[in-house]
């Protein structure tokens, strides 16, 4: 057994645990990282890179299969060699991690281990047990932690599901063939981009929703991504709950038994894909020896600076159970650095915070939503801009969404937007910066926007609450 000391040390290795390492190393601290597995995190290995490579890769499919609707461009499209896609996948996820985080680490010098960690001591005198693979343990001691291990896939308890050996996000982009079907359960972010990634590569998919699609995000959103998919072949059922899965002995796929609409339905599929949400990963970590409380889905909890119970322990990313953005986990790796080492009491906030779903077309959304304007006393006015008046979607031949605008109707400052467009993740940024200056929809309409450009439709919806924007010219 060792024992080694250090200013700070991480449990976990993803987008929060290197941005905590990298701002306490700029603060001259000792650092060390654990972790258990591949370097990297969920986003760069299982997470945002993979998946969207595979998405940019179904759209390229897509597009071609699509292309009728550019006059004079005839184009094709066979069948995916999906070894081929994966393994693309794979060497381009390894270039970034090894580019990103592996080699990062080193420039900046702090220790790694590989290992389980687990808390061991006191509430007053924290200290971390380290076993690695070939059973060797270490004993680490640190004036502060930082717990940033993430989250994973979560599965409901629906009955014989265990025992179908369903897909998760993360498995479904390591398969070797693309189903002939597939059924997949959720309507979140991550079952939308799966259901029309495995659809575009030549799967025909069903998605089992329980309420709308992207039910948190405007209704104009779920109204839009349904027609799309009907549109592309995908079936979405609405206010289904799954009561029962099993094997089909017939054909090696699965069956699923739903509630839909007051009466029962059975799909059958040659996969299921279970994206219903994820869980933070505390279990192992024996936190309860060193005084850090849990919630209910398992996450640490901490306050507004990413304190936990114990004020030595801090948690970054997923595991707080807060927002699954890698954005949001690099900036509480640092928020939590900033704190823990120099006093700073800087606190989170999540006001004006981008949320996208990258679905073709995609979805941006910034701010307040016109229910939650309301919820919160505020007298809104919102405009609902379609794309059919956008000249940028014109020239795309793709007129499929809109551009929401919430505001306040006193002030006319703007409280909210969202997108359901081509590039709709850069409205959204563009979004940010609006809501953060507090501009009203008139100085927006007064400001520069370039012609033929996405962000042109911000201005154009703004304009829609004074104007009848059908009877404006291509750029009045």
Known sequence: MRNERFDLAIIGSGGAAFAAAIRARGLGKRVVMIERGTVGGTCVNTGCVPSKALLAAADARHVALDSARFPGVVASAGPVDMPALIGGKAA?????????YVDLAAEYGWAMVEGDAEFTGSQ??????VTSLGGAVTMIEAVHYVVATGSTPWAPPVPGLAETGYLTSTTAMELDEVPDTMLILGGGYVALEQAQLFSR????????????????????????????????????????????????EDTAGVIATA???????????????????????????????????????????????????????WAAGDVTGHREFVYVAAAHGTLAV???????AAEVGYRYLPRVTFTSPAVG????????????????????????YVPRALVNRDTRGFIKVVADRDTGRILGLTA???DAGELAAAGVYLLEAGMTTAQVVAAWSPYLTM???????????????SKLSCCA
């Open 338 to 344: 900033e704190n823990a080492f120099t006093d700073a």
């Open 201 to 248: 590569l030549g799967a025909r998919v069903t998605m089992l929703v329980r309420s709308r699609l992207t039910s948190r995000e405007e209704p104009e959103v779920s109204k839009a991504l349904a027609g799309v998919f009907a549109d592309e072949g995908i079936r979405v059922v609405r206010r289904a709950t799954v009561d029962s899965v099993s094997l089909d």
């Open 92 to 100: 381009l996820v390894e270039s970034m991690r090894t580019e990103k």
């Open 259 to 313: 509630s839909v609409a007051g009466g029962q339905e059975v799909f059958r599929a040659s996969r299921l894909l279970v994206a219903t949400g994820r869980r933070p990963v505390t279990d192992g970590l024996n936190l309860e020896a060193v005084g850090v409380k849990t919630g209910i889905s398992g996450g640490i909890v901490v306050d507004s600076r990413l304190a936990s119970s114990n004020p030595r322990i």
């Open 420 to 422: 359901v467009a081509k």
């Open 124 to 129: 007053n005198a924290p200290l971390l047990q």
């Open 455 to 469: 962000a042109e439709g911000i201005r154009i919806a703004c304009k829609a609450f004074t104007t009848d924007v």
């Open 365 to 388: 959304a910034v701010g307040m939503t016109e229910k939650e304007a309301i919820a919160a006393g505020i007298r809104c006015d919102c405009r609902v801009l379609p794309l059919q």
